[in-house]
């Protein structure tokens, strides 16, 4: 038994405005429910200009709890069919939740049983492709007109042969086909690799719509088609293809997204968002005489010594350095308000307790300066590479970033100016130094 549903819907926050369910036992329909819905909001003009549902249609319609129970019954033990199902279902499903309930059916999905069934078909839009097959399709974009719509073609699908196959295959719990957008083929889904890169949805021209990055390809993208939000939904409805490119690792897909993004300005991409605030290292002389390492923001710090892009990260790179080089946490302000700090005879030699000399603390102060400024103006960072014959490489160069590269473990390099052959070079930004800046406070240990 089959429930072939179609939606209409505010646009923004997709809230129901007129619903119309055919109940379908294979043969012929038994049962039908269709209702103009008051969704509680306002209807934006251009859905109101796409569906002819204005504010004072539904101003007498029941809302969606009145309906909910009729909705229940009349899918109940039915698999639910739409044209691009995920969207009709997600949009049920979601005004089920804002009632406690949890709506659950196994789902068709009419665009991708036409793919595999009337295959050749130059587009499978729910209008063209019924104007293709001679289907009449009356009022257009309204749920009862688009519903009975599809219920003929569905009728058609269950005609092809080999369509009880296909049906049982899709409805199968291991099976995605329910799942993945409409017009996405499964075979490119099923290529996609459970290793770490950048992936990049298309539209059927070809166009990059959206970059992402993973630790597992396969695994993430999936996870697009299962969010519920109306960016998600939009963005599978729209997507036909998805490339990709194997990283190594995830910081190096951290930069190739961040490259792709802003060499393809992809629509789906939410702005970069920059970091307004942004912090330093610095240091500063007492009247004692004793050279303190502190963290600041950075507007407020003339000179820093370092700049990181959080908070967390400064402090946790002043900790590994006070650390490193055996300095007092009091005068690294890691603890504040104490006539001494409780390290010493743990990393703390005494400057606190008047037990090491100033001249000896403030050498080993200047050394971890010396230490911050060599190793950020100049870092080489290995990384897993994209099989387990090569490694990957990220390289800074008096504090730019210059790229990133793979070179193979047997390829011998005496030096690191030869890794500049393998270079993919790459433009520096304030995104990637935040990336690199993370990276630099895991690296000191």
């Not at 089959?2 to 939606?7: A, G, K, Q």
């Not at 009337?118 to 839009?125: A, E, V």
């Amino acid at each position: 038994m089959y429930s072939i549903i179609d939606v209409e819907t505010t646009g923004r926050g997709n809230r129901i405005t007129e619903i119309s369910v055919f109940k379908f036992d294979g043969i012929k329909v038994i049962d039908e429910f269709t209702s103009l819905v008051n969704p509680e909001v306002t209807i934006p003009m251009h859905i109101t200009a796409l569906t002819g549902i204005d504010n004072v249609m539904v101003g007498d319609a029941p809302k969606f709890h009145e309906i909910a129970d009729q909705i229940l019954a009349i899918t109940s033990e039915t698999i639910f069919v739409a044209h691009s199902v995920n969207f009709d279902y997600n949009v049920i499903r979601n005004e089920f939740k804002l009632l406690g309930i949890d709506f659950l059916r196994k789902k068709l999905c009419t665009v991708r049983l036409s793919r595999k069934l009337l295959p050749g078909k130059p587009t499978y839009s729910l209008g063209k492709l019924c104007k293709s097959l001679n289907i009449p399709l009356r009022n257009r974009h309204r749920a009862r007109g688009d519903a009975e719509a599809t219920v003929i073609l569905f009728e058609l699908l269950l005609k092809q042969e080999n369509s009880n196959t296909v049906i049982t295959d899709f409805l199968k719990k291991s099976s995605k086909e329910a799942t993945l957008p409409p017009n996405l083929p499964s075979n490119v889904f099923n290529s996609l690799p459970n290793a770490p890169g950048v992936y990049y949805f298309m539209n059927k021209k070809g166009t990059i719509i959206y970059v992402g990055k993973a630790k597992d390809i396969k695994k993430r993208v999936l996870s697009h088609f299962y969010t519920k939000t109306e960016n998600e939904l939009n963005l599978c409805r729209e997507t036909a293809d998805i490339d990709f490119e194997l990283s190594g690792s995830e910081l190096v897909a951290l930069l190739m997204e961040d490259a792709a993004i802003k060499y393809h300005f992809p629509v789906y991409n939410k702005a970069s968002k920059r970091t307004t605030k942004a912090f330093a290292l610095c240091t500063y002389e007492d009247r004692k005489g004793i050279q303190h390492l502190a963290t600041n923001v950075l507007k407020g710090t003339p000179n820093p010594i370092l700049v990181l892009y959080t908070k967390r990260d400064c402090i946790s790179y002043l900790e590994k350095l006070c650390k490193r080089f055996s300095l007092c946490p009091k005068f690294c302000h890691l603890q504040e308000g104490v006539l001494s700090c409780n390290h010493y005879s743990i990393s703390c030699k005494g400057v606190c307790k008047d037990v090491e000399e100033v001249e000896r603390y403030n050498e080993r102060v200047k050394q971890a300066i010396n230490y911050v400024r060599e190793s950020t103006l100049n870092m080489l960072i290995k990384e897993k590479g994209r099989s387990e014959e090569e490694e990957a490489f990220v390289l800074m160069k008096n504090g730019s970033y210059l790229g990133y590269g793979f070179i193979d473990k047997s390829s011998s390099i005496t030096h690191q100016d030869e890794l500049e052959t393998f270079l993919i070079p790459q433009k520096d930004n304030m995104d990637i130094q935040r990336i690199l800046r993370g990276k630099l406070v895991e690296k000191l240990s």
